[in-house]
């Protein structure tokens, strides 16, 4: 179903990180804010993603605001936003869609996570989003809203997550700690908890298809997210319409995460 916009994104400007292609949650947020009105500046991991990303943001923008940004490293993530602030003439609001792990370490027993494989996954999916934070804030001086992706496993087992789950459980607790830093500058934090997806980071998880096609059939709305299910909550998340709710996980999963047991 085709959902027309209204345009409350005019005059709004923002970062997307971490589109991968046309499948990305991040994606889907980025046409969604693209529809209402808003300027877009986007980042990329490596060339194998700039390859596929640059020109997706080309047919829907009609620019070049892209820029590689690998977010273990402090200064590409510095230059990221601040070339976005300049080219866009300001920043309202940025989208974080990043989350690692070596795959090999999401199949088996989570107590058998390597150190290294632990620090790295932590890095990217949790640490690089404070580091987002604290640099962009600066910039964003009428206020704005920052908005991190998370996923059930944050709070409930999920096989074959791992992990991820950890990650994404300290990237929860981080938007509620930035979101009381960063309030009296206006500056809201919230995250987006999207049920299972069709997307590249998706079809790392061994039990991806099973557990998409479970939730699916198990969820009050019995049936699947798409991406312009997550893109009209992100929309909501960043813009005015919710100038006054910050430091909260928003599911958007047909209701799966309120549910006890099977559908009978």
Known sequence: MTIALPT???????????????????????????AA???????????VYGSRVAPLVKELTGTD???????????????????????LGGLDFVVHSLAFSDKAELDGRFVNTS???????MEISCYSFI????????????????????????????KNYNVMGV?????????????????AAN?????????????????????????FNWQGDNNPLRRNMNLDDIGGSALYLLSDLSRSVTGEVHFVDGGYNIVGMMAM
């Open 8 to 34: 409350i994104m005019n005059g709004k400007k923002g970062l997307i990180m971490g589109v991968a292609n046309d499948r990305s949650i991040a994606w889907g947020i980025a046409r969604t804010l693209h």
């Open 37 to 47: 009105g808003a300027s877009l500046f986007f980042t990329y991991q490596n060339d």
């Open 65 to 87: 605001n892209i820029v590689p940004c690998a977010v273990e490293r402090e200064s590409d993530v510095a230059s990221a936003i601040k070339t976005a602030h300049d080219k």
């Open 115 to 121: 150190r290294d494989n632990f620090l790295k996954s």
């Open 131 to 158: 580091l987002t934070a604290r640099l962009a804030a600066p910039l964003m001086t009428n206020g704005g809203s920052i908005l991190t992706l998370s996923y059930e496993g944050a709070s409930r087992v999920m």
């Open 167 to 183: 990650c994404k459980a300290a990237l929860e607790s981080s938007v509620r700690y930035l979101a009381d830093d960063l309030g």
């Open 187 to 211: 500056i809201r934090v919230n995250a987006l908890s999207a049920g299972p997806m069709k997307t590249l980071a998706g079809s790392a998880v061994a039990s991806g298809r099973a557990t």
